[in-house]
């Protein structure tokens, strides 16, 4: 949400520290999606991430928030997050095995997130899709070509979420 979410607000590709990412209107907004892409009750938010050297205070904050699992990989030395698409794999494949699940909404790009969109589907689960504008170049074609459906955010939507962060 912040690499290409930024990108799409400003034209640059800017670092987190410089982006607001309004809790409150992404949770609301992706629970909204969710109802929209499948008509079926929410099980939960599962939100990945990566973090250094342990949880930040946003991502505390999140971890207390009912229907909410919070996920977190690794970031190594050079700021690139390490096992997060591992992580959401095994969840993706686990509640499709465990049939907790038909429908998955995944807010992603990442071709890597493939093999278990098809593992999903292959046990019965419909994989919506959502991307940040422009799609096209923030979601592996790959990706996009295995979703049963794909939805790009608007501008306006992406905007009840991100904004440049205030100036210290």
Known sequence: MFASGGRALTGDKLPRSQLHL???????????????????PLLRIYWYDGASTGPNA??????????????????????????????????????????AMCDAVLVTGDDDLRVGVERAQALGVRVHLVGIPPARENQAAA?????????????????SFLSLAPKR
């Open 58 to 99: 946003a991502h505390v904050a999140l971890a207390y928030r009912p229907s909410l699992k919070l996920r977190l990989g690794q970031v190594d030395a050079h700021g690139q997050q390490q096992g997060v698409d591992a992580l959401l794999v095994g969840d993706l494949v686990t509640l499709a095995e465990n049939r």
């Open 143 to 159: 990706l996009v070509q295995a979703a049963d459906r794909v939805r790009e955010l608007t501008i306006d939507e992406l905007r």
């Open 22 to 40: 309004d809790h409150d209107a992404v949770l609301s907004l992706l629970a909204a999606l969710s109802h929209e892409l499948t008509g079926l």
